[in-house]
């Protein structure tokens, strides 16, 4: 089982509608979870983070993060063609040494007009 | 501005060389990291140094070394016993290493073994 599961898509949402992106985890101990959005060729930009159950809401991105079932969710509300991208989930490994954020293979976003 | 700069954008390298990735940061950050990543995959994390003269091994280590002289600089050197160097590497920073770190990345480096 991987640490940070996501689905690779890609998924195809139209214009003007909700993406949903989700996450699965598989340390208990994690407590920080991060979505990042990288576009084809250029660096992850991180655009929530959320470190308590329930959701959290910026513009129109929202997080929902559930640690009992260890899944953490983004939403994309009116979505635009700019938002096609890749969006990895990272999650923090509060007990390793090695690496302290473990980053999910991403989903790749495409929003048709 | 501030910000996390890396450089080249683009390297290529022949069999056999050592080549040197250049990562700056004037965001006064503490933790900086380097990660890898592959087409379709994730970010996995080669080196990473939460102060000045100290760096510790990520998940992939081998085949790559690092230095922290600096605060400000994290540069990564991929070595010849590197198997499959060709990838895109990014550099990234934070102010510390807590339970609510958030990691900021630079542009990256692609590089290309010829």
């Known amino acids: 089982q991987k640490e940070v599961e996501q689905n690779s898509g890609p998924l195809s949402v139209p214009e003007g509608a909700i993406a949903s992106l989700n996450c699965t985890y598989s340390?208990?101990?994690?407590?920080?979870f991060f979505w990042y959005r990288q576009y084809s060729g250029k660096s992850p930009e991180l655009i929530m983070s959320?470190?308590?159950?329930g959701d959290k809401e910026d513009g129109r991105f929202t997080a929902q993060l559930n640690k009992a079932s260890q899944y953490v969710s983004l939403l994309i509300r009116d979505s635009q063609p700019s938002d096609s991208a890749t969006y990895l989930c990272?999650?923090?490994?509060?007990?390793?040494?090695?690496?302290?954020?473990?980053f999910g293979s991403g989903t790749r976003l495409s929003i048709r007009p | 501005d501030g910000g996390i700069t890396q450089s080249p954008k683009y390297l290529f390298r022949k069999e056999g060389q050592n080549v040197t990735l250049s990562c700056e940061q004037n965001?006064?950050?503490?933790?900086m990291y380097w990660y890898r990543q592959d087409p379709g995959q994730g970010l996995r994390l080669i080196y990473y140094?939460?102060?000045?003269?100290?760096?510790q091994k990520g998940d992939i280590a081998e085949g790559y070394s690092v230095s922290r002289e600096k605060k400000e600089s994290f540069p990564l050197t991929v070595t010849s016993a590197q198997k499959n160097p060709t990838a895109f590497y990014l550099c990234?920073?934070?102010?510390?290493?807590?339970?609510?770190?958030?990691?900021?990345f630079g542009p990256g480096t692609r590089l290309t073994v010829l």
């Open positions: 340390d208990r101990g994690s407590q920080s």
């Open positions: 990234a920073s934070s102010y510390v290493l807590t339970l609510t770190d958030t990691q900021y």
């Open positions: 990272a999650v923090n490994r509060p007990y390793s040494s090695a690496s302290k954020i473990i």
């Open positions: 140094s939460q102060i000045v003269n100290d760096f």
């Open positions: 959320i470190y308590s159950n």
């Open positions: 965001l006064n950050h503490d933790a």
